[in-house]
């Protein structure tokens, strides 16, 4: 499912712009480098994080070239964490192309990644846009945070409600929201819109990884089966803790004992997904979503009615309804 024309309307000049601006500053001397950097822009997914920035720049003021650095930076970001999470999961498939680490091994991979870090660092030095970095680094912060915590909560499988919100605000959400808080900063808007804009991006990306989780629970195999890979990693997602919040202490250590020990047996996995939707868990976690979407749309509406504001409120709904 790709991001739609309606979506990439209003900066559809600025978007083809920045593809020529992103390749340029990719340029490597080192041979290898240049053709692992020219595979990752070929097979490149929806590009939603540029998109994001672009769009609350525009909301936000005229676009500019620190608009273009801004977008470079976060792409940089989110491309390097994307091949080093590749490397750590050992995925060797993303959006059905061969990840970096599967065609050039491990160690070239995170080096690559490295690479885009310090690459991202350097062009946000040499351009002074210290603002920019400090936005950008301490959303970099915050998804490391999450990364360990989730990790650390998945080992003892004791997430509550709470901290699955507070997993995904820093795994997801923080990235999201230096997008369209980075996108506002770089036409100067001022403190109370840059507030906002970091409102709009975290709400937007909480929509968004509970959209993820509940996709999760309705991709199927091909044989139709519930694929359940959250479950088969030991990842306590809203909809199962749904189930753990209104399960008997009994049912609830029997659960949480097959994920313990059966999370790789498909047929051990699968009634805990049924026990899922039979107990309204895909209704709640879809009404959660759908209320961060809600305080998206509020805070959008505080904006004056003009083909970005309706642009913004597309891409909210695409998040909400989207298939992949």
């Given at each position: 499912?790709?991001?739609?024309?309606?979506?990439?309307?209003?900066?559809?000049?600025?978007?083809?712009?920045?593809?020529?601006?992103?390749?340029?500053?990719?340029?490597?001397?080192?041979?290898?480098?240049?053709?692992?950097?020219?595979?990752?822009?070929?097979?490149?997914?929806?590009?939603?994080?540029?998109?994001?920035?672009?769009?609350?720049?525009?909301?936000?003021g005229?676009?500019?070239?620190k608009?273009?650095?801004?977008?470079?930076?976060?792409?940089?970001?989110?491309?390097?964490t994307?091949?080093?999470?590749?490397?750590?999961?050992?995925?060797?498939k993303?959006?059905?192309?061969?990840?970096?680490?599967?065609?050039?091994?491990?160690?070239?991979?995170v080096?690559?990644?490295?690479?885009?870090?310090?690459?991202?660092?350097?062009?946000?030095?040499?351009?002074?846009?210290i603002g920019?970095?400090?936005?950008?680094?301490?959303?970099?912060?915050?998804?490391?945070?999450?990364?360990?915590?989730?990790?650390?909560?998945?080992r003892?499988?004791?997430?509550?409600?709470?901290?699955y919100?507070?997993?995904?605000?820093?795994?997801?959400?923080?990235?999201?929201?230096?997008?369209?808080?980075?996108g506002?900063?770089?036409?100067?808007?001022?403190?109370?819109?840059?507030?906002?804009?970091?409102?709009f991006?975290?709400?937007?990306?909480?929509?968004?990884?509970?959209?993820d989780?509940?996709?999760?629970?309705?991709?199927?195999?091909?044989?139709?089966?519930?694929?359940?890979?959250?479950?088969?990693?030991?990842?306590?997602?809203?909809?199962?803790?749904y189930?753990?919040?209104?399960?008997?202490?009994?049912?609830?250590?029997?659960?949480?004992?097959?994920i313990?020990?059966?999370?790789?047996?498909?047929?051990?996995?699968i009634?805990?997904?049924?026990?899922?939707?039979?107990?309204?868990?895909?209704?709640?976690?879809?009404?959660?979503?759908?209320?961060?979407?809600?305080?998206?749309?509020?805070?959008?509406?505080?904006?004056?009615?003009?083909?970005?504001?309706?642009?913004?409120?597309?891409?909210?709904?695409?998040?909400?309804?989207?298939?992949?």
């Amino acid at each position: 499912m790709s991001i739609s024309k309606t979506i990439k309307a209003p900066i559809e000049k600025e978007m083809r712009s920045f593809e020529e601006f992103f390749s340029k500053r990719l340029v490597s001397n080192v041979a290898i480098l240049d053709i692992i950097t020219k595979y990752i822009i070929r097979s490149k997914g929806k590009q939603l994080r540029p998109v994001l920035v672009f769009l609350s720049a525009k909301l936000n003021g005229e676009i500019t070239e620190k608009t273009f650095i801004a977008a470079t930076l976060i792409e940089l970001l989110h491309t390097a964490t994307l091949i080093h999470d590749d490397v750590v999961d050992e995925t060797y498939k993303r959006r059905g192309f061969f990840s970096v680490n599967s065609l050039w091994r491990s160690k070239i991979a995170v080096l690559t990644g490295d690479y885009l870090l310090s690459k991202g660092l350097l062009i946000a030095l040499n351009a002074k846009e210290i603002g920019i970095l400090e936005v950008i680094s301490a959303a970099v912060k915050e998804m490391s945070e999450g990364e360990l915590l989730q990790i650390s909560q998945t080992r003892r499988l004791d997430i509550t409600e709470n901290i699955y919100y507070d997993i995904i605000r820093k795994k997801t959400a923080t990235l999201i929201a230096a997008c369209t808080k980075a996108g506002a900063f770089s036409v100067n808007a001022s403190e109370e819109y840059l507030l906002k804009m970091n409102q709009f991006g975290e709400y937007l990306g909480m929509a968004y990884q509970i959209r993820d989780d509940l996709l999760d629970y309705e991709k199927t195999n091909l044989i139709g089966k519930p694929t359940g890979n959250d479950l088969k990693e030991k990842k306590i997602t809203l909809p199962l803790i749904y189930l753990l919040n209104n399960s008997t202490k009994t049912e609830k250590q029997n659960i949480l004992k097959t994920i313990q020990k059966h999370h790789n047996n498909e047929q051990k996995i699968i009634p805990i997904i049924k026990k899922v939707k039979e107990s309204g868990g895909i209704e709640y976690t879809r009404n959660v979503m759908f209320s961060y979407q809600n305080k998206a749309l509020e805070i959008l509406n505080t904006y004056p009615d003009n083909e970005t504001r309706t642009a913004m409120q597309e891409l909210l709904y695409f998040i909400t309804e989207r298939n992949s």
